[in-house]
Protein backbone atom coordinates (compact mmCIF):
# COMPACT_ATOMS: atom_id res chain seq x y z
CA UNK A 1 0.00 0.00 0.00
CA UNK A 2 3.27 2.52 0.43
CA UNK A 3 4.67 1.81 -2.79
CA UNK A 4 0.90 2.62 -4.33
CA UNK A 5 0.55 5.98 -2.39
CA UNK A 6 4.32 6.64 -3.42
CA UNK A 7 3.55 6.32 -6.97
CA UNK A 8 0.35 8.78 -6.37
CA UNK A 9 2.72 11.49 -4.57
CA UNK A 10 4.52 11.15 -8.01
CA UNK A 11 1.69 12.59 -9.85
CA UNK A 12 1.58 16.04 -10.81
CA UNK A 13 -0.66 16.52 -14.18
CA UNK A 14 -4.18 15.37 -15.60
CA UNK A 15 -1.83 13.33 -17.66
CA UNK A 16 0.06 12.13 -15.03
CA UNK A 17 -3.33 10.65 -13.41
CA UNK A 18 -5.06 9.76 -16.56
CA UNK A 19 -1.47 7.41 -17.71
CA UNK A 20 -1.34 5.97 -14.39
CA UNK A 21 -4.45 5.00 -14.10
CA UNK A 22 -4.44 3.85 -17.95
CA UNK A 23 -7.78 5.99 -18.58
CA UNK A 24 -7.95 6.59 -22.53
CA UNK A 25 -8.16 10.30 -22.95
CA UNK A 26 -8.40 13.23 -25.52
CA UNK A 27 -5.63 15.58 -25.29
CA UNK A 28 -8.25 18.44 -26.23
CA UNK A 29 -10.54 17.94 -23.44
CA UNK A 30 -7.66 17.85 -21.04
CA UNK A 31 -6.20 21.00 -22.02
CA UNK A 32 -9.29 22.27 -22.04
CA UNK A 33 -10.15 20.74 -18.66
CA UNK A 34 -7.77 19.38 -16.66
CA UNK A 35 -8.11 21.13 -13.12
CA UNK A 36 -11.44 20.58 -13.49
CA UNK A 37 -10.77 16.81 -13.86
CA UNK A 38 -8.72 16.18 -11.41
CA UNK A 39 -10.67 18.58 -8.61
CA UNK A 40 -13.67 16.46 -9.76
CA UNK A 41 -11.26 13.15 -9.20
CA UNK A 42 -10.52 14.47 -5.83
CA UNK A 43 -13.93 15.44 -4.47
CA UNK A 44 -15.21 11.65 -5.93
CA UNK A 45 -12.07 10.25 -3.64
CA UNK A 46 -13.74 11.97 -0.69
CA UNK A 47 -17.27 10.30 -0.94
CA UNK A 48 -15.40 7.54 -1.47
CA UNK A 49 -13.51 7.50 1.89
CA UNK A 50 -15.16 5.11 4.34
CA UNK A 51 -15.97 2.40 1.68
CA UNK A 52 -12.19 2.37 0.90
CA UNK A 53 -10.98 2.02 4.07
CA UNK A 54 -10.82 -1.33 4.54
CA UNK A 55 -9.76 -2.02 0.67
CA UNK A 56 -6.65 -3.23 -0.32
CA UNK A 57 -3.92 -1.97 -2.76
CA UNK A 58 -5.88 -3.36 -5.87
CA UNK A 59 -9.36 -2.43 -4.96
CA UNK A 60 -7.90 1.37 -4.60
CA UNK A 61 -6.33 1.27 -7.48
CA UNK A 62 -9.60 0.21 -9.24
CA UNK A 63 -11.83 2.26 -7.07
CA UNK A 64 -9.52 5.62 -8.01
CA UNK A 65 -9.85 4.76 -11.73
CA UNK A 66 -13.22 4.10 -11.73
CA UNK A 67 -13.72 7.60 -10.11
CA UNK A 68 -11.01 9.22 -12.58
CA UNK A 69 -12.67 7.64 -15.44
CA UNK A 70 -16.31 9.66 -14.34
CA UNK A 71 -14.48 12.61 -13.48
CA UNK A 72 -13.04 12.74 -17.12
CA UNK A 73 -16.53 11.81 -18.46
CA UNK A 74 -17.88 14.91 -16.60
CA UNK A 75 -16.22 16.85 -19.17
CA UNK A 76 -16.63 14.83 -22.05
CA UNK A 77 -19.89 15.38 -21.94
CA UNK A 78 -20.05 19.10 -20.10
CA UNK A 79 -17.84 21.96 -19.67
CA UNK A 80 -16.00 23.61 -16.70
CA UNK A 81 -18.60 26.31 -16.41
CA UNK A 82 -21.61 23.91 -16.56
CA UNK A 83 -19.65 21.37 -14.10
CA UNK A 84 -19.47 24.27 -11.74
CA UNK A 85 -16.62 22.50 -9.72
CA UNK A 86 -15.08 25.90 -9.14
CA UNK A 87 -16.09 28.64 -6.65
CA UNK A 88 -15.57 31.27 -9.68
CA UNK A 89 -18.05 28.97 -11.49
CA UNK A 90 -20.70 28.66 -8.60
CA UNK A 91 -20.83 32.22 -7.89
CA UNK A 92 -23.28 33.97 -10.41
CA UNK A 93 -22.81 31.34 -13.26
CA UNK A 94 -19.09 32.79 -13.18
CA UNK A 95 -19.72 36.51 -14.28
CA UNK A 96 -18.97 38.96 -11.99
CA UNK A 97 -21.32 41.62 -11.75
CA UNK A 98 -19.47 44.93 -10.91
CA UNK A 99 -21.85 48.11 -10.65
CA UNK A 100 -20.83 51.57 -12.12
CA UNK A 101 -21.53 53.16 -8.69
CA UNK A 102 -18.82 50.29 -6.79
CA UNK A 103 -16.44 51.71 -10.07
CA UNK A 104 -17.10 55.44 -9.34
CA UNK A 105 -15.87 54.95 -5.56
CA UNK A 106 -13.22 53.26 -7.05
CA UNK A 107 -11.48 56.62 -8.67
CA UNK A 108 -10.22 58.20 -6.18
CA UNK A 109 -8.57 55.77 -4.89
CA UNK A 110 -6.61 54.54 -7.63
CA UNK A 111 -6.07 58.17 -8.96
CA UNK A 112 -4.31 58.61 -5.16
CA UNK A 113 -1.98 55.78 -5.75
CA UNK A 114 -1.25 56.89 -9.31
Keep these: MEDFLQKLKTLSSAEDFLQFFGVPFDQKVVNVSRLHILKRFFQYIRQEE ?65
Design 50 to 114: GTLAQADELQIFTAYRALLMRAYGDFLRSTPAQEKVFKVFQDVDGKQHVTLDSLKASLPTLRAAA
